[in-house]
Nanobody, 116 residues
Framework: QVQLVESGGGLVQPGGSLWLSCTAS????????MAWYRQVPGKTRELVAI???????TYADSVEGRFTISRDNANHALNLQMNILNPEDTAVYYC??????????WGQGTLVIVSA
């Protein structure tokens, strides 16, 4: 069974950067859509960025210009470069994927804390 595993979370100061990576057992070429979501305790999980198999990318307004999502098929990974982080970016970040057979998968999440 395909699994998504995130890595790269941690503690960073405001204004800093982090790189998140999501690897899929068996590769990511079978995913039609891949995305990063985030969730703050007590709040709804929200979309951060999404990339389709044709390369179309959409960002949440709150991260536009600061975050960059990318698919790395060679390394079977979905990445998220996060720059100019602020405390409002603190959340658990989840990797999401939908396969061509319409199976949806979530990773276990990785915690990002932005604090001085």
């Amino acid at each position: 069974q395909v699994q998504l595993v995130e890595s790269g979370g941690g503690l960073v100061q405001p204004g800093g950067s982090l790189w998140l990576s999501c690897t899929a057992s068996g590769g990511i070429s079978g995913f039609y859509v891949m995305a990063w979501y985030r969730q703050v305790p007590g709040k709804t999980r929200e979309l951060v960025a999404i990339v389709n198999s044709d390369g179309t990318i959409t960002y949440a307004d709150s991260v536009e210009g600061r975050f960059t999502i990318s698919r790395d098929n060679a390394n079977h990974a979905l990445n998220l470069q996060m720059n100019i982080l602020n405390p409002e970016d603190t959340a658990v970040y989840y990797c999401y994927g939908q396969t061509y057979s319409r199976q949806t998968l979530w990773g276990q999440g990785t915690l990002v804390i932005v604090s001085a």
